[in-house]
């Protein structure tokens, strides 16, 4: 370069010889700056739940797939609704290979176009799990049912038959529904089916969600906090987990639940998020979280059963299991309708539903 070769014609031989011996000096030093880059290891991120659940997936789906496919794999545990509004916010850039979903996060997701389309081909266990646990861009690794939780001590089997328990007087202060933002937005698509409306009319569930506000609801934040509003004596029956009826806490109570007429399976699993640079890891960061082994693991936690239906059963997850009528019985919603209206029926449920 001109610079260079006029500098040098100014300095002589002995400085282009001193020039020439700090850069081969150098030399080792740049060397190994650079060598990390070029083979610099690959960084996997899935999003997902934390606490106990997330636990699991570290210890077995975490560990197990860094071990396969040498990569290191990041655990990101923001909130469900602040993972997606980041994704939707960053499309292609939020950092997140896979990410959770379930229920409305499903509708929320695609309607935002931020997942890809899944390849099943990519992902042998997609074949084995049900059709009502999965579409073209997400599939569920476990079902958890939200149905009719109840305290025998003071509400009966044949009581609890039916949503209807809900507005039942006789428990009048002590019934309580899922918060909108948790499950309240599917359970009010689940009865307002039950009770003959549709995606486009919404009345029948606004209709018997306010009635069970006015007969002294109240509004369930979270499991835990369900669990304890049931062990301090507050919830005598409610619309609530299954799972978490028979888990230690719920049996301590103790819960019983029955699944009624049109309850609603809550699917959680992993989709692709669009536009990562790791596309072909996701597809088998997917695949691997619907193993019989990975869903029996964190069926365990949740007290749910596992959908992939290679999975057997151990004893102590006999009591979770589905049978074909509890399926007919289910509430399989379209995630796709329920997103678009979604605004309405959040404008409808806090102008009418809360006090």
């Given at each position: 370069?001109?610079?260079?070769?006029?500098?040098?014609?100014?300095?002589?031989?002995?400085?282009?010889?001193?020039?020439?011996?700090?850069?081969?000096?150098?030399?080792?030093?740049?060397?190994?700056?650079?060598?990390?880059?070029?083979?610099?290891?690959?960084?996997?991120?899935?999003?997902?739940?934390?606490?106990?659940?997330?636990?699991?997936?570290?210890?077995?789906?975490?560990?197990?797939?860094?071990?396969?496919?040498?990569?290191?794999?990041?655990?990101?545990?923001?909130?469900?609704?602040?993972?997606?509004?980041?994704?939707?916010?960053?499309?292609?850039?939020?950092?997140?290979?896979?990410?959770?979903?379930?229920?409305?996060?499903?509708?929320?997701?695609?309607?935002?176009?931020?997942?890809?389309?899944?390849?099943?081909?990519?992902?042998?266990?997609?074949?084995?799990?049900?059709?009502?646990?999965?579409?073209?861009?997400?599939?569920?690794?476990?079902?958890?049912?939200?149905?009719?939780?109840?305290?025998?001590?003071?509400?009966?089997?044949?009581?609890?038959?039916?949503?209807?328990v809900l507005a039942n007087p006789k428990f009048k202060g002590h019934v309580g529904i899922p918060?909108?933002?948790?499950?309240?937005?599917?359970?009010?698509?689940?009865?307002?089916?039950?009770?003959?409306?549709?995606?486009?009319?919404?009345?029948?569930?606004?209709?018997?969600?306010?009635?069970?506000?006015?007969?002294?609801?109240?509004?369930?934040?979270?499991?835990?906090?369900?669990?304890?509003?049931?062990?301090?004596?507050?919830?005598?029956?409610?619309?609530?987990?299954?799972?978490?009826?028979?888990?230690?806490?719920?049996?301590?109570?103790?819960?019983?639940?029955?699944?009624?007429?049109?309850?609603?399976?809550?699917?959680?699993?992993?989709?692709?998020?669009?536009?990562?640079?790791?596309?072909?890891?996701?597809?088998?960061?997917?695949?691997?979280?619907?193993?019989?082994?990975?869903?029996?693991?964190?069926?365990?936690?949740?007290?749910?059963?596992?959908?992939?239906?290679?999975?057997?059963?151990?004893?102590?997850?006999?009591?979770?299991?589905?049978?074909?009528?509890?399926?007919?019985?289910?509430?399989?919603?379209?995630?796709?309708?329920?997103?678009?209206?979604?605004?309405?029926?959040?404008?409808?449920?806090?102008?009418?539903?809360?006090?």
């Amino acid at each position: 370069m001109e610079w260079q070769q006029g500098f040098l014609s100014r300095c002589g031989k002995a400085l282009r010889a001193k020039k020439l011996a700090l850069v081969v000096a150098a030399v080792p030093v740049i060397v190994p700056l650079l060598a990390p880059l070029a083979g610099a290891e690959t960084m996997f991120t899935f999003a997902a739940a934390g606490g106990s659940w997330g636990k699991v997936m570290d210890t077995g789906l975490k560990q197990t797939f860094e071990k396969e496919y040498g990569v290191s794999v990041r655990h990101d545990v923001k909130g469900n609704v602040q993972r997606l509004l980041a994704m939707i916010a960053n499309p292609g850039k939020s950092g997140i290979d896979a990410v959770e979903v379930s229920g409305s996060r499903i509708g929320l997701a695609i309607g935002n176009n931020v997942l890809e389309k899944l390849d099943a081909s990519k992902m042998p266990n997609y074949q084995f799990i049900p059709a009502a646990f999965k579409n073209e861009y997400w599939a569920g690794g476990l079902v958890c049912p939200l149905s009719v939780v109840y305290n025998p001590a003071h509400v009966t089997a044949e009581e609890a038959a039916s949503w209807d328990v809900l507005a039942n007087p006789k428990f009048k202060g002590h019934v309580g529904i899922p918060e909108y933002t948790w499950q309240g937005e599917n359970w009010l698509h689940a009865v307002n089916r039950h009770y003959g409306g549709t995606y486009d009319n919404l009345t029948p569930g606004i209709e018997f969600a306010a009635k069970v506000m006015r007969n002294g609801g109240t509004v369930i934040q979270s499991p835990d906090h369900g669990l304890k509003l049931f062990a301090a004596g507050d919830l005598w029956v409610a619309a609530f987990l299954t799972g978490r009826a028979m888990s230690p806490a719920g049996q301590a109570i103790p819960l019983r639940f029955t699944l009624v007429k049109d309850w609603w399976p809550l699917s959680v699993g992993f989709a692709v998020v669009k536009g990562t640079p790791n596309l072909d890891l996701a597809y088998k960061f997917v695949n691997a979280s619907l193993t019989p082994s990975h869903e029996i693991a964190i069926s365990r936690v949740a007290g749910c059963a596992p959908t992939n239906v290679e999975a057997a059963l151990p004893d102590d997850l006999k009591g979770a299991a589905l049978s074909d009528a509890d399926l007919a019985n289910a509430a399989i919603l379209d995630y796709a309708r329920t997103f678009k209206v979604g605004p309405k029926a959040l404008e409808r449920w806090k102008r009418e539903v809360l006090p």
